[in-house]
């Protein structure tokens, strides 16, 4: 299974989650402080670790980390969970961060989201932002027995090469493949424009292919409408019709609606099923998968761009 690749035994990990409360259905690490990148910020050693933490109850979770951990909040912690949660539920992509927090000797991040928020965006992609993070390999630390939530995360994965297939040609690499599916969450994202390093996307993928196939291998496998040759590390896709029909439909549902936005006139409003019909069968369908996804991805990212520069201004 899939999921197993992303499992984590890292004593250090479990060292700095130790300082947390522990009701938590899933807490994986990710970024450049777990996984080799190449670029100016590689220092793997000396990089920000990077935390997201899924609980069930976030007033119940946050009102124990108040009592372990109160300095790690900015004003928020004065009006008390229930506020935190609200803010975390309801701006941005549904996290709340505590960022530059020093733990075990080491600088971390972490997030918190509720587990029903992440098993939306896993199934649909609302913001693609937890989402996005997962479909890239991380360090799964600990993880409950919520079959929903496996059963998301599952299909975000799929849906992630489901999503790369109908944006690449008939044969490409399992480079080419990595490397779309490393920058959907990208895609749009107006940091890859202004600020960040716009290689990004490579400098994740090209020292971390295995760990790509590892996430991936048995999806890739397992996929009917793929020859998968992992001795020459070449793949073959159906790019008929029928099959990017097939491929467009198992979409995740937000993507779907911003394909239909993409394709729909004003005014017309032509039911969902119809639009992904009629891009199945046009020559420029993976642009047009493409242009969704840019438009899925912009929206969340302005969002947390106001949200983090709200944070600082009242916490500088």
Known sequence: MALQALQSSGV????ILSHFPEELSLAFAYGSGVY???????????AMLDFVFTVDDPV?????????????????????????????NNYGAGVYYN?????DGRLIKYGVISTSILIEDLLNWN??????RLQKPVKIIAMNENVALRSALDKNLKSAVTTAFLMLPESFSEEDLFI????????GDFRMVVGEDKTKVLNIVKPNIAHFRELYGSILQENPQVVYKIQQGRLEIDKSPEGQFTQLMTLPKTLQQQINHVMDPPGKNRDVEETLLQVAHDP???EVVRQGMKKTVVYSSLKLHKMWKGWLRKTS
């Open 12 to 15: 250090a990990f479990r060292k």
């Open 36 to 46: 080799r990148q190449v670029g100016p910020s590689s220092d793997q050693k000396n």
């Open 60 to 88: 119940a979770w946050h009102s124990k980390n108040l009592k372990k951990n109160w300095n790690h909040y900015s004003f928020l912690k004065v009006l008390g969970p229930k506020i935190i949660t609200t803010v975390q």
């Open 99 to 103: 960022p530059l927090i020093m733990c």
């Open 127 to 132: 913001n693609l932002y937890i989402a996005g």
């Open 180 to 187: 779309e599916i490393a920058g959907l969450s990208y895609s």
């Open 284 to 286: 420029d369908c993976g």
